[in-house]
């Protein structure tokens, strides 16, 4: 069964609530990590509503296996990938692909059954695991979805970098990069968020790196699956792979993707306009514990969807609000 990314609810029926989403079937994916080089196999398992996204780490010393909530919480580092763990030092690296596409599709509810430290990297973007995931379908259930509601501007900055969630009728990203290699340079992309416009547009964005890295990268033990199936490599004054580039602003296409994954660790999908100036993972999270850091920021909704003012697309509503339950 495949799944469709129509609007469950048409243009004229008004206000109607949001029911979660997991998969209808089981996906499994197999590949190497990007940093570490192991091989990896995840098997994406239907969940129950209201479960989450949680990460089940298998083949742990002494045959252990640890649950970890996909959340802002359990996020252990930022360097290069998004690493989430808990306390018993069991952890899941590079989940950012995987969690983009899940919020790319509007999936809640996932059991994420890894058997390494890192997710595999495929290539490069979160492409395949959308296509995989399409591929057995998403199955609609009972239980109304949740949003977090943006009630008040947080503004973070780091360096030169900065961001800013504030309130807004839906999911928006205004994303910048300005890097001083002339390949990339400056680059910007707007994004209103719908499921069709996040395949279309987002999803094939690579991950990318310099060649003037590699060599440091290597000697601190990360980089060692890179490849130019999985990575758009920049020299000095060209893109090395052969094929070159996806999309003229891959960069930043790519940079968005990141974001959507690690701002899907709020734990209910967004609902405000995130802007942001030369972003990264620890940005990303910074945000999120911003957000979380004051009750008065946001509050928890049920999720509706109302018709769009023009293009005949759904966009998300919130429900009235109740009272914050986000940790």
């Not at 009972?142 to 999911?171: C, Q, T, W």
């Not at 390949?183 to 279309?200: A, H, K, L, N, P």
């Not at 759904?314 to 609000?321: C, D, G, K, L, R």
Request: glycine share 8%.
């Amino acid at each position: 069964m495949k799944a469709s990314l129509t609007p469950i609810f048409t243009i004229g029926e008004g206000n109607r609530a949001v029911t979660q989403t997991t998969l209808a079937d089981q996906v499994v994916i197999e590949g190497i990590g990007v940093h570490r080089g192991q091989p990896a196999r995840v098997v994406l398992h239907p969940a129950e509503a209201n479960s989450g996204i949680i990460f089940l780490r298998t083949n742990l010393p002494n045959g252990r296996e640890r649950l970890i909530e996909a959340r802002h919480t359990s996020v252990q580092d930022t360097q290069l990938c998004t690493i989430i763990g808990d306390h018993t030092g069991a952890s899941v690296a590079t989940i950012e692909h995987l969690m983009s596409a899940l919020a790319g599709l509007e999936i809640d509810n996932v059991l994420v059954e890894v058997d390494g430290p890192e997710m595999p990297i495929l290539d490069g973007s979160s492409r395949i695991f959308v296509e995989q995931i399409l591929q057995v379908g998403l199955k609609r259930l009972s239980v109304p979805r949740k949003v977090v509601r943006v009630l008040r501007p947080v503004r973070i900055e780091m360096g030169n970098a900065h961001a800013e969630l504030s309130p807004y009728d839906g999911f928006r990203l205004d994303i910048e990069i300005d890097f001083k290699n002339p390949v990339i340079g400056r680059q910007t992309y707007s994004f209103d968020f719908s499921s069709d416009r996040y395949r279309r547009e987002i999803s094939a964005a690579r991950t990318f790196g310099f060649m003037k890295d590699v060599e440091a990268l290597w000697k601190a033990g990360l980089a060692r699956g890179a490849s130019l199936e999985n990575t758009v490599a920049v020299g000095e004054d060209r893109v090395v792979n052969p094929d070159g580039l996806r999309f003229p602003n891959e960069f930043v296409r790519h940079k968005l993707l990141d974001a959507i994954g690690d701002l899907s660790l709020a734990g209910y999908a967004l609902q405000g306009h995130y802007k942001a100036f030369c972003p990264g993972h620890k940005l990303n999270v910074l945000m999120l514990q911003a957000l979380f850091a004051d009750r008065v920021n946001y509050a928890v909704t049920d999720a509706v969807r109302r018709p769009a003012r023009a293009r005949g697309e759904m966009v998300m509503q919130p429900a009235a609000a109740f009272a914050p339950e986000v940790n």
